[in-house]
Structures are given as structure tokens and as C-alpha cells.
């Protein structure tokens, strides 16, 4: 994969053409960049496959890099010491998002997932993908996750395996497929934000949920959900007929 490493910390962009010379050796680092101006003008002209940026460059944000470009057809890893912009990085679709110091065996799954998301890309464009492998194939590769904060750095939770999310104040209690449950430091609202177009829908002020997890609507003043792991979930009066254009569309 032809990348690209942008930090405007020269010992930082040095040690991870190390790392990743060392444990990836599908990655061909074409161009390292400590000016993200410099960075701007070459991606314009020579979109790579992949791009390592940094979040916190002093004179801009990787956000701010970004923004500069028409056309983002390459996959991006930020890595970054702060791990509160992690929720910033999905909204610009990041395959992932490393927090320093990188450790190796988190390196390496992540060079691998987007080295695999790449091959199925290149794959199905070439019609080397028949057409019902192709649709399976594509939506593995197109699988995406959210990047949630934990005592020692970043958990990345499939979307397709959240089934409801419920408010606490200014923290929420994440169910997800398997019984697994989590408390993050996050806002309903901002988990809001992030899934509508996931087809998440806001059923209550104290809840959201995953409409592809419903398994039934209870009638009454508003109603409630059954949810595929069994818990129910109120449906406010004002949500109602939100939710319901959500299960039964036009």
C-alpha cells in the first residue's frame, strides 16, 4: 500500500517509518511530511492508499488537512496523543485511530484491516469479486466502527453489534450483541449525531437504538420496543411516529 506519514514532529514521523518498515511489510512509505501545507499540495496531486496523520499540528489539525482536500480517496489512521478527538475522527469515516505511544500489535491489526479493505475494493472494481460474493465481500470491507475511550486507550465497537444506547447524565450505558455491556463518557446527543445515518433512531430523551435490532413495537401511549437481547424501550408520545416511519418506511 503506497503511504503517506504526516506529523509535524520529525522524531515522531521517523520512528513510525520504523515501525511500520519493521511489522508491515505491505506498506511502501512514498512520501513522509512535518509541514501539513506540504502535505496538502502533494495529496492533491498523488492520492496514496493510506495516510498516517497526526491530529494536533500546531499550526493545524489533521481535521483541518482534511478539509483542504475535494477528494478524500485514500483510508486514513490518525495517531495522536489525545484520545478525545476519537469521536471527530469517525465523522471523517478513519479506519482507525492509534493513540502514542503506538503499540506494535495495534499497528499491526490496523495496517491489516485496511490492507484487506483495500484488496476487496480493488477486487470488486476489477469484477474479480462474483456478484453475490461481491455484496458480502463489500460489506465486510465496509464495516465500520466507533472508537469509544476506556481506561487504557480506545476499544473500536462495530456498529451492527450495538443494540441500544441509554443516557445517564453525561454518561451512557452501551448494550451490545453477545451481553456485552459498556459506560462511556460520552453524551446521548453526541452518539445521536454520529449513527442517524446508520439507521439509529432516538426513541426517548434517555435512548437511542439500532432499528436493525427491533424485534417488536408494543402499542400504547407511546409504546415500547423489543429489543433481539430481550430489554424494552420506551417510546416517547413525541418519538412515536418518528420511530415508526423508521420500521415501517414508505
Do not use: W
Not at 506529523?7 to 517509518?17: K, V
Not at 501545507?37 to 499550526?59: E, H, Q, S
Not at 437511542?208 to 424485534?215: E, G, S, T, Y
Request: charged share 25%; glycine share 6%; aromatic share 8%.
Amino acid at each position: 500500500m503506497r503511504t503517506v506519514l504526516i506529523d509535524d514532529e520529525i522524531a515522531c514521523t521517523s520512528s513510525l517509518q520504523i515501525e511500520l518498515n519493521t511489522y508491515c511489510p505491505t506498506i511502501e512509505i512514498v512520501a513522509l511530511f512535518n509541514s501539513p501545507d506540504d502535505a496538502i499540495l502533494y495529496l492533491k496531486a498523488n492520492p496514496p492508499d493510506l495516510v498516517f496523520l497526526d491530529v494536533d499540528m500546531g499550526v493545524m489539525t489533521g481535521f483541518d488537512l482534511l478539509r483542504h482536500l475535494k477528494d478524500i480517496s485514500f483510508e486514513i489512521i490518525f495517531v495522536t496523543a489525545h484520545e478525545n478527538f476519537a469521536l471527530k475522527a469517525f465523522e471523517y469515516r478513519a479506519s482507525d485511530y492509534l493513540l502514542k505511544p503506538i503499540l506494535k500489535h495495534r499497528l499491526i491489526e490496523s495496517v491489516e484491516r485496511v490492507s484487506q479493505k483495500i484488496q476487496h475494493k480493488r477486487a470488486a472494481e476489477k469484477g474479480q469479486i462474483s456478484k453475490n460474493e461481491g455484496g458480502e465481500q463489500r460489506a465486510k470491507a465496509q464495516v465500520q466502527s466507533i472508537p469509544i475511550p476506556t481506561s487504557d486507550g480506545l476499544e473500536m465497537l462495530k456498529i451492527m453489534d450495538i443494540i441500544v444506547i441509554e443516557a445517564d447524565g453525561n454518561y451512557c450505558h452501551i448494550q451490545m450483541e453477545g451481553g456485552k455491556k459498556l459506560m462511556v463518557t460520552k453524551s446521548i446527543k453526541e452518539f445521536d449525531q454520529m449513527l442517524q445515518s446508520h439507521n439509529f433512531v432516538r426513541t426517548h430523551n434517555s435512548y437511542l437504538v439500532n432499528i436493525n435490532h427491533v424485534k417488536k413495537y408494543v402499542k400504547g401511549s407511546g409504546g415500547y420496543l423489543v429489543m433481539s437481547n430481550g430489554s424494552t424501550v420506551d417510546v416517547s408520545r413525541t418519538n412515536k411516529d418518528k420511530v415508526l416511519q423508521y420500521l415501517i418506511p414508505n
